[in-house]
């Protein structure tokens, strides 16, 4: 945390009391890459922003770190590049389903545990003015002349406080406002699972992805030297293997990849992965994660976060100014995340039949041209008119 943080507990720029006397211009709900970034930027456009996370930072998170080549030109070309320093560029993917291998060229890619890149934007947010509460749960309630209010709780402690917008980044579990905006979860769902571990694994710069019966996991070694596990998996499936640690030693051990000190692991989880929801009510808009996910396998969701949320902030601050039409972040929403989600979408169907992953995995094994362009995909930027929160 910055030096203007580091005076006062757990990170905290100010209190519930003294947060609940403010006139904020935006309350930011959730410190992952989608808040954080979305709070720095309203701050650097001169907006009063409080920043609220409910878990201690630096917080870990189920992730597979490694950001696309996308999220990481978004981040640089909004300016918070810096963020990604001791990051270690992704080079390469070796992607296994059985006795089938392909090895993938990956470039423009970069891997940073979240524990460190969270926050680091954090901390470029506290210097860019963002004040910012942690270890509290923030809920957006109702909407009376022009301001919303936003209950604070942490403990027994309970605070309301008032803003003009306020921006909703709580990632898959959290939710986004009280009976507002509800998310729809898709049928068949898989969960996600994640562990850090020491030893032997995949080397620096290098993803090892496995698909299997019931699931895919990727490991990478991050920057401090540990080993980063993160899986996809059926619910069912991994009930009958009897549970994630099982299932994914499975999965890797099937596709020959194995990480030899999973046993022990501690792992954390997440809810159903898939899922929609409407992303804006009045003075309410919704960000990240929370506002819609598909399955990991492109790796893809921090670019996603990032990007909507540079966007949300340019939309937030014509909602402040008084400029924004209703609906216009739900349009710019679907216009920059769509076509990139249901790409994701469709090959994590197409890796659900064990049969079709091995046929795309040897044909990107015979044919690297293939390999190179979904790469390509991944990391195509956006453009700079998107990330302002203008038109796509
Ligand atoms: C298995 C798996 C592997 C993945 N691998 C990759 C990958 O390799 N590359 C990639 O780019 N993406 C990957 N992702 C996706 C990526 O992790 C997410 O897309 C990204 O973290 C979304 O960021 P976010 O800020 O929206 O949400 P989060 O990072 O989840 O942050 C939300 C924050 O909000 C807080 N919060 C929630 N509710 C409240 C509340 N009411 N009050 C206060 N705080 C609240 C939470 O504590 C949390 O800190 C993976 C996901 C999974 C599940």
């Not at 004040?131 to 309630?141: H, L, Q, R």
């Not at 698909?211 to 499936?237: H, Q, S």
């Not at 400029?323 to 990139?340: T, V």
Request: hydrophobic share 45%; with cysteine; proline share 4%.
């Amino acid at each position: 945390m910055s030096e203007r943080a580091a005076s006062t507990e757990n990170g905290a720029t100010t209190t519930l009391s003294r947060a609940a006397g403010e006139p904020w211009d935006a309350v930011v709900i959730g410190a992952g890459v989608a808040g954080g970034v979305a709070a720095w930027r309203l701050a650097r456009l001169g907006r009063r922003v409080l920043l609220v996370e409910r878990q201690t930072m630096p917080r870990p998170k189920v992730c597979g770190c490694c950001m696309s080549g996308a999220g990481v030109a978004a981040l640089r070309g909004i300016g918070l590049g810096g963020a990604l320093a001791s990051g270690v560029p992704l080079e390469t993917m070796r992607l296994s389903s059985g006795r089938a291998a392909a090895r993938i060229a990956l470039d423009r890619g970069m891997v940073l545990s979240r524990e460190r890149l969270d926050a680091r934007i954090v901390r470029l947010a506290l210097e860019a003015g963002v004040d910012f509460i942690g270890e509290t749960t923030a809920v957006s309630s109702r909407v009376e002349r022009g301001r919303r209010a936003v209950t604070l709780r942490r403990g027994s402690v309970s605070r309301e406080v008032g803003c003009s917008v306020v921006i909703a980044a709580t990632g898959l579990g959290g939710a986004v406002a009280s009976e507002e905006l509800p998310a729809t979860v898709a049928r068949g769902s898989r969960f996600g699972v994640g562990t850090t571990v020491e030893g032997e694994g995949p080397g620096a710069g290098e993803l090892w992805m496995a698909c299997g019966r019931g699931g895919y996991a990727g490991a990478v070694r991050l920057e401090d030297g540990r080993v980063n596990v993160a899986a996809a998996l059926d619910p069912e499936a991994t009930r009958r293997a009897g549970g994630p640690g099982p299932m994914v030693t499975a999965i890797l051990r099937e596709a020959r990849l194995e990480v030899p000190v999973l046993d022990g692991a501690r792992w954390m989880g997440t809810p159903a992965l898939t899922r929609t929801r409407r992303v804006e009510s009045e003075r309410l808009l919704v960000v990240g994660d929370a506002a819609g996910y598909v399955e990991p396998f492109t790796g893809e969701g921090m670019g996603w976060a990032i990007a909507g949320a540079a966007a949300v902030a340019g939309v937030a601050e014509r909602i402040l100014s008084g400029s924004a039409a209703e609906g216009e972040w739900m349009a710019l929403h679907r216009r920059m995340l769509s076509g990139r989600q249901a790409r994701c979408a469709g090959l994590s169907w197409v890796l659900r039949s064990g049969l079709m992953t091995g046929i795309a995995v040897r044909s990107v094994g015979r044919l690297p041209m293939i390999g190179r362009r979904l790469a390509g995909a991944v990391g195509r930027p956006w453009t700079e008119t998107a990330l302002s929160g203008g038109a796509a």
